[in-house]
C-alpha cells in the first residue's frame, strides 16, 4: 500500500519535472502572445474550435469551448489570420498595442463557401494530438433524416464509427465495448443521468438550444474523468446578443419554440428553448371514453443567460427541466389511476475569468437531479413511490499557455452525491404503509495536470494525471444478509454523519503522442486510465427510468478500464478528405452485471443481485470524411469484438457482450444541391446483437380440469449458454431533403422531409416464443419496430 | 376539418404505436436433457400432494405435453426437529404411485398422505436408469384470514371486483403462495388449475396486519376459492424465480433460470402451509 502511495507520488513528480524541463527546454525568440474571443458577428455566439494562425500556417491553435484562444507569434509577425468553416475568414493585423481580440466573424453565403474554404486550413486531424474524438454542429444534427420528425443528437452520433446504438428505441448507445452506463452525458458541464425521453426513442437535448456537440472515445485527455468510455459535451447556445430572433420547428410529434435576444446588446443575452409532444393533445378527442384518461407526454426547457462582464470576464447561466409523464386510468375500475412520471432538472452557473493573455480559467459550480416518481391510487388508497439522485458539483479549471508550444490544463473538481434509491408511502384500507431504503452520500474528488506540448514541427505530446477519489459517507446503516436466504441476517452497522463507509483512492495516468510523418499524414497513439464510482442498475439491455444509479462501496468496487489506441491520420486534396485507422484494446475491470431475474425495484439489498467480472473490447476503425464543399459526408467501418466474463454466470466462461458488433458500417451523404434544396443520406449496417435464447423447455405448474381431465401447464423456457445465438443483421437507409423556402434577415422558413428505412427493412427489436397448440410446437417472432416511415418538419426562424 | 384531424390522429398513433413482427426460423442446437420435478405437499387438501415428474425437451420439439417419466420410485418421509438437526425416520416413508399414468403420465400420487405442520420432508426419487433426486421441505404454520372485503365500482356491478384480504404476518420471516380460482369446487386439482397466482414476501411489510389488495378478473355473482399458503425461503425463491421464468418475454426481458430447491433436477419441492376460503361476490 505504502509502496503503490509513494510510487504514485515520484510519478507526479516525474511529470511535473518534465513539464518543467519542457519550458525552459529550448530558447525562445522574442514572441507575442495574444488571446481572445471568436464570435459570429451575427449572433454575437462563440464559436468552438474557430483556426487562428500566422500567415505562414505554421503556428495556429484553436478556440476552446467557450471561444477563447491564446498563441504566441514572433513580434515581427505582420498579422494573422481567423477562421471557421462556413463563415469568411478574417485577417486581422497586429497593431503592437492590443494584445487581446475581440474577433467577429461573418457567415459566408453558398456561392463563396467553396473559394474560401479551400483556403482555410484543416488540418486538425493530423496535426493535434486528439484521437477518437469527434465534434458535430447543431445545424449538422437538424439536417440529419430522422424518426418522427424529431431532430436527435444522440441518434446522430450512433452514425459515427465505434459508436453503436442500442436499436431504434433506445437512446442508450455503446462506445467501443462499454455499457451505456460507462458514457459520461454532460449538457453544459451538469450530468444527464437519464438522457431519454419517450422511453428512449428520443434523447432529452433540443436540437434549437444544441451549439454543438463533441464526443471523445479514448484518448481521454487529464481533464475529463468518471466514466470508462467515452465523455459526451453537449454544448448549447449562449443565445444572440445582437438582436431578438426566435426559431422553431413543427413535427410529427411535438413543437420546438426559443427565443433569443440581447438583454443589453452586445453584453448580454438569453436564449429560452422548449418542446412537447402532443400526440395525447392530438388523440384524445378519438379516444374512446373508456380511455380517455390515458396519455402521455413530454416536455423540456433549456435556459441560458449569457453576460460578457468586461474584457476579462464572462458569465454563463443554465439550466435544464424536462419531464416525461405518463397517466393512467383503468377502464375497468375507474377509481385505478396510475401515475408515472420522470426527469432531470440540471442548473449551471460558470464565470470565465482571463488572468492575462497567458491565463485562462472557467469556474461552475453545478446542480443536477434526476427524480423518478409514481403515483398509484385505487379507491380504498394508494401508495406513492420516490427515487432520486442529486449532485452538487463544484470544478474550477485553468487554461495556461507559458510557451507557444505548450497549454497546460489544471483544475480541481468535487462533487457531493446524494443518492435515494426508493421512499414508499401509502395507505392499503386502515394500515399505513411507509417504507424507505437508507438514502446514501459520497463525497468524489479529482485533482488533474496535463500539458499539451509540441516538442518540434514532427513530434507533439499531450501527457498528464488524474486523481480521484470516491468517499462513501454516513449516516448510513448497513445490514448484512444472509448469501443463501437473501434474508437480513441480524448483522447491522450504523455509520455516523460523514464517518467514512468506502473510500477509494485511484490514480489516472493519460498520455497521448502525435508524429507527423509529413504534411499530410501521422501516427497516433494514446494510453488512457479511467475509473467509475457510479453504476446503473440495470437489467435490462435498454436504460429505463425506473433503472437505479448505485454507488461504489465496500463490496461494489469501482470499475476501471485501460484503453490502448494507435491510429494512422491521413488528410487529401488540401485538407478537403480527412482519414483515420485506429485500433484499439480495452481491458476493463470490476464490470457489474445483475443476476438474471434479479429483483431490482425496492431492493434493501440491492448489492446481493450483483455480480461482478470483467471485460474486454478491441477493435479497428476506419473513418473518411468530407467535411467541406456541396457533397459532403463521411463512411465509417468497425470491426470489433467485445466480451464479458464473469464466475458466476454462464459457468465461468467468456461470453459475448450483448452490444458486441464484429463489423458495423456508418455512411452519412449531404448534398446542397442549390439555394432552395439539400440532401443528406444515411446507410447502416451492423451484425446483430448478441442474445440468449432458450435451448429447451419443459411443462410446469401442473394442473387439472376436473371436469374434463385435461391437464394444464405452463410452459417453461430454460436458457443456455449467455449471448451465444446473434440476432439477425441490423441494416437500414434514411433519406431527407430540406427546402428552404424564404431566407432573408428578418426570416426563413424551411421544410424538412425524410423517409426512414426507405427499403422497409424489419430489423429485429426482440424475439419471442409462443406455443402453437394446434401445430404442437413454439414459434420464434421477431418483433421489429419501424418500416418505411415518412415524416415531415417545418423550421423557422424569425 | 374532421378529415384533418382523423388524418391526424390515425397517422399519429400509427407511428407511435406501430411496430409489426413476423415469425422467423431460428436453429437452436440440441442441449443435453434435464429432468423436471414438480412436488407439492400440504396439511390441507390430498389433491395438492403429488410430485410430477418429466424431462426437458428440445427447443423446437414438436410437442407440447408433458415430456413424462414414468416408473420411478418415489418416497416422502416425514423428519422431525430435534435441536438444530433434521431427521428422518425410514419408518415414516410414504410412496407415491404413478396410478394414474395412463390418464396424466409421470404424476406420482398417495390419497392416504397428508402433511403436518411445522415438520420437515424428504423427497427421494429413483429412476428406473438408476439416476436420483432428492430435496427437502417444511410446512410452516399457516396464516388465518382476518377479513376480507370486496366491493364493486358504485352502481356499476359490471366491472371487477376489487379483493382486500388481510391477515396477520407474525414477527418471524414469512413467505407466501396465493392462488385464487373462480368455481364452485373448493379444492383445487393441482396448483395450475388456479386462475391467479402470487407469489411474495414480508419483506414490505412484517410483523403487522397484512393487507392484500388485488383487482382481478371475478365478477359480480362468481364464486371465488382463495388459498393462501406459507412457504419455505428455498421454496419462495423457486417460486419468485419461475414467476419471472414463466412470464419472460418482450424486449426487455431478461433470461432467467429457475432457482431449483432439489438436487438431480430442475424444480421444486414445496409444503405449503395452506388456509383456504370461499365466497361468492354478492353485495
Known sequence: MFFKKAMKTKLLYLLLWVVLLAFTEQLQAQKITLSGYVKDSATGETLIGAVVKNPEGNLGTVTNTYGFFSISFPE????????????????????GKSKTYQISLIRQNLEEKEVVINAERLDKNVRSTEMSRIELSGDKIKSLPVVFGEPDVLKAITLLPGIKSGGEA??????????PDQNLILMDEAVVYNPSHLFGFLSVFNSDAVKNIDIIKGGMPANYGGRLSSILNVNMRDGNNQEFKSNGGVGLISTRLSAEGPISKGKSSFLVAARRTYIDVLVKPFLPADIKGNSYYFYDMNLKLNFILGEKDRLFISGYFGRDILDYKSQLNRAVQFNFGWGNSTATARWNHVFNSKLFSNTSIIFNRYELFNDFQFGAGGFMVRSSLRDWNFKSDFTWFPKDNHEVKFGINYTYHTFQPGILTGNIGSIQIGETINKQYAHEYAAYLLDDFKLNHRWAFNYGVRLVAFQLVGPYTKEDFDLDTQLPNGNKTNYSPGQTIAYYPRFEPRASANYLLNEESSIKGSYTQTYQFLHLATSSGAQF??????????????????????????NFQKNAYESSAEIYYKPMKNQIEFKPGASLFFNQNLESEMVFGEG??????????????????????????????????????????????????????????????????????????????????????FGVDPTTGEPKFVIVDKYGAVNSFRMPAYHRADISFTYMVKQTKKFESSWNFSIYNIYNRANPYFIYFLPDTETQTVKAFMVYLFPILPSVQWNFKF | MKTTNLFFFFMCVGLVFYSCEKEIQIDVPPAKEELVVEASINQLTPTLNYVLISKTLDYFNPSLSVNA?????????????????????????TQFFD????LIPGLYINPFFTGNIEKPYLLEIELTDGRKITGKTFIPKPSTFDSIHYWFEKNNQDTNAFFYLQWMDGPEQNNYRMVLKKG?????????YGDRFYTFDDSQINNKPRPFLMLNPFKYGDTVNIYLSQIGRSEYLFWDSFRSAANNGGPFATPVNV???VEGAIGSFTGYALTQTQLILRE
Open chain 1, 76 to 95: 515581427n509577425t505582420p498579422y494573422f489570420i481567423c477562421s471557421y468553416l462556413g463563415y469568411k475568414a478574417q485577417k486581422i493585423t497586429l497593431n
Open chain 1, 170 to 179: 433506445s437512446t442508450g448507445f455503446y462506445v467501443r465495448g462499454g455499457g
Open chain 1, 545 to 570: 427510468p425506473v433503472d437505479l444509479w448505485v454507488p461504489s462501496s465496500s463490496l461494489v468496487k469501482p470499475q476501471m478500464a485501460r484503453q490502448f489506441a494507435l491510429g494512422y491520420f491521413r
Open chain 1, 616 to 701: 474486454l473490447s478491441y477493435g479497428l476503425e476506419l473513418f473518411l470524411r468530407k467535411k467541406t464543399g456541396k457533397l459532403n459526408g463521411w463512411i465509417g467501418y468497425t470491426w470489433s469484438r467485445t466480451t464479458r466474463q464473469f464466475d458466476a454466470l454462464n459457468n465461468g466462461k467468456p461470453y459475448f457482450y450483448r452490444y458486441d458488433r464484429t463489423h458495423d458500417i456508418s455512411l452519412l451523404l449531404s448534398y446542397q444541391f442549390n439555394k432552395k434544396w439539400a440532401g443528406n443520406f444515411v446507410f447502416v449496417f451492423g451484425t446483430g446483437n448478441a442474445t440468449t435464447l432458450p435451448d429447451s423447455r419443459y411443462a410446469y405448474r
Open chain 2, 69 to 93: 417419466v414414468s416408473g420411478a420410485a418415489v418416497y416422502i418421509t416425514e423428519g422431525n426437529i430435534v435441536g438444530n438437526d433434521t431427521l428422518f425416520d425410514s419408518g415414516n416413508r
Open chain 2, 99 to 102: 396410478v394414474l399414468d395412463t
Open chain 2, 184 to 192: 364452485f369446487l373448493p379444492f383445487l386439482t393441482g396448483w395450475g
Open chain 2, 259 to 261: 432457482k431449483s430447491n
